[in-house]
């Protein structure tokens, strides 16, 4: 049974600092996907990860996957306070079939 | 622009009842899906289908159902709600398996059961 699990669940970090939500998963995928959502709100897709070593970046948000380490990266350059929700990651068991982690909260204080 | 529309944002049912979840897609999408979110758990899938007249258990099947007799809509049924199935219901469409293919969610329905 694959296994997602994200760290940390909760963060809550200053305007202007850096900070990466890692995202581990038990076996073996070479597609993984990063969602937003903000409070009431539904998924809003930010990255496609495809392949080993793939990384993507969209303004203060880099994504990166490494599928030898079965680990995704979301990294966050200099927060600002728009970026707090929350974000999953999710892993491609088959045709879009996903395994989610269970979120990681992020606040972004002024 | 793409669209997943759930029939409704919020409902309140009591116990024992029949809930019917709509979702519909403009897409033309082959796979359609639902999941469940729940706080600390992420989101669970309950069942998919990849065609008409077709599904596939997801990872917590059991209390659900599901219909899908037009490529556009993906029902679920809950055959008789108990309060363990508050919560928040997604669904999901994607188009068949391409490169760089990805899932597009409704904006979800907050169900409660009392």
């Known amino acids: 049974e694959l296994k997602v699990e994200q760290n940390p669940l909760f963060l809550s970090m200053q305007e202007g600092k850096n900070y990466t939500i890692y995202c581990n998963y038990s076996?073996?995928?070479?597609?993984l996907y990063w969602y937003r959502q903000d409070p009431g709100k539904s998924l809003e897709s930010l990255f496609v990860?495809?392949?080993?070593?793939a990384v993507k970046q969209e303004g203060r948000l880099m994504a990166s996957l490494d599928t030898k380490a079965r680990l995704s990266t979301l990294h966050i350059t200099a927060a600002v306070h728009d970026l707090s929700a929350t974000y999953f990651c999710?892993?491609?068991?088959?045709?879009?079939?996903?395994?989610f982690g269970q979120g990681t909260r992020l606040t972004i204080n002024p | 622009d793409v669209k997943v529309t759930q029939s409704s944002r919020y409902l309140v049912k009591r116990t024992g009842e029949k809930v019917f979840l709509e979702c519909v897609q403009d897409?033309?999408?082959?796979?359609m899906f639902w999941y469940r979110q729940d706080p600390g758990l992420g989101l669970r899938l309950i069942y998919f289908?990849?065609?008409?007249?077709?599904?596939e258990k997801g990872d917590i099947p059991e209390g659900y159902s599901v219909s899908r007799e037009k490529k556009e809509r993906f029902s679920l049924i809950l055959e008789s709600a108990s309060t363990n199935q508050t919560s928040m219901y997604l669904c999901?469409?994607?188009?068949?398996?391409?490169?760089?293919?990805?899932?597009?969610f409704g904006q979800g329905t907050r169900l409660t059961v009392v």
């Open positions: 999901a469409s994607s188009p068949i398996e391409t490169l760089n293919t990805e899932a597009f």
């Open positions: 076996t073996t995928s070479d597609r």
């Open positions: 990860l495809l392949s080993n070593g």
């Open positions: 999710a892993v491609d068991i088959w045709s879009q079939k996903l395994v």
């Open positions: 897409m033309d999408h082959e796979n």
């Open positions: 289908s990849y065609d008409v007249k077709m599904k």
